[in-house]
């Protein structure tokens, strides 16, 4: 069998990392959802949380498709779709400034200031949160939801399982408030996230029947009304250094159980990212996007 090759670009938004392939210059791969576990693979391949198309588009500069390391396809990706805009200017496709990019959530308008030859600073507008049960979606009893006008905020969660020691420990809230940004997020409130068992309770809060498209699970501690800590596990991707999705459903959380402010800066492994739920409804965040390497793959 002849092998292929596949150039690709290595990207990081703070910390969140994906293998990107600029199919303006290469071929689209032909399967794209059994690539990305094997170049994803931190072991075997190149690494990453995920794989990037970034793509022709008829409605904007480009379009991107993002693939979880476990193969499954992702509606979008904050971090990911900054670093998409990053590449769109860097490679000369479209000028420094607004540059629009279409996701699945829709064509989303980012304004990218350049750092450096393999930097930039991107603003994206989030688009407005879906707070709906049916939207996000959760399977959850209307009656749970009615207190809020339909928006699950501080409700009673089944999916964490019955306490446990840890609970105590990291200071947890149980109630889950959910919010959706085009991708489905669940947000924990606690004392200290470095107490929370991650790779234990991630999974099992993502997987369970209360959602069924499965979920982003965000366990986050409140260090002011304009700054919080935040670690997140990443539906199909596993813990992961940033969420970009999820920093901005966490911001929108923060406002609707009166946590926070609208304007916070989310701590997150692999940096800090800067939120804003605007009046207009729309949610802004800003953070960085990087180039860290370039190769090529031999695909067979």
């Not at 507008?125 to 959850?140: N, W």
Request: with cysteine.
């Amino acid at each position: 069998m002849t092998a292929r090759t596949i150039h690709f670009v290595k990207l990081q938004g703070a910390g969140n990392d994906y293998v990107y392939v600029d199919c303006f210059a290469e071929p689209t791969p032909a399967d794209p959802a059994a690539l990305a576990p094997l170049i994803a693979d931190r072991h075997f391949g190149v690494g990453g949380d995920g794989l990037v198309l970034v793509m022709p588009s008829s409605v904007a500069a480009a379009r991107m498709r993002m693939f979880n390391a476990d193969g499954s396809e992702s509606e979008m990706c904050g971090n990911g779709v900054r670093c998409v805009a990053h590449l769109v200017v860097a490679r000369g496709r479209a000028p420094a400034g607004p540059v629009t990019i279409e996701t699945g959530r829709g064509v989303l308008t980012l304004e990218v200031t350049r750092v450096s030859a393999r930097s930039s600073r991107v603003r994206v507008d989030m688009g407005e949160p879906m707070l709906a049960a049916a939207e996000i979606p959760v399977a959850i009893a209307e009656t749970a939801v009615a207190a809020t006008g339909g928006g699950i905020i501080d409700a009673v969660c089944d999916a964490l399982g019955p306490p446990e020691a840890w609970w105590e420990t990291a200071g947890l809230d149980p109630r889950m408030t959910c919010v959706s940004m085009g991708n489905p997020h669940v947000t924990f409130y606690c004392r200290d996230v470095g107490k929370v068992p991650l790779e234990v309770v991630g999974p099992r809060v993502e997987t369970h029947p209360l959602f069924p498209r499965r979920v982003n699970v965000h366990f986050v501690e409140v260090r002011s009304p304009e700054r919080v800590r935040m670690r997140t596990w990443e539906r199909g991707s596993g813990i992961t250094m940033a969420c970009g999705t999820g920093a901005s459903a966490v911001c929108v959380s923060g406002v609707l159980t009166g946590r926070t402010g609208r304007q916070i800066v989310a701590e997150v492994p692999g940096g800090a990212l800067e939120l804003e739920w605007a009046a207009s409804g729309h949610v802004f965040m800003t953070g960085p996007a990087v180039e860290v390497f370039e190769g090529t793959w031999w695909e067979s």
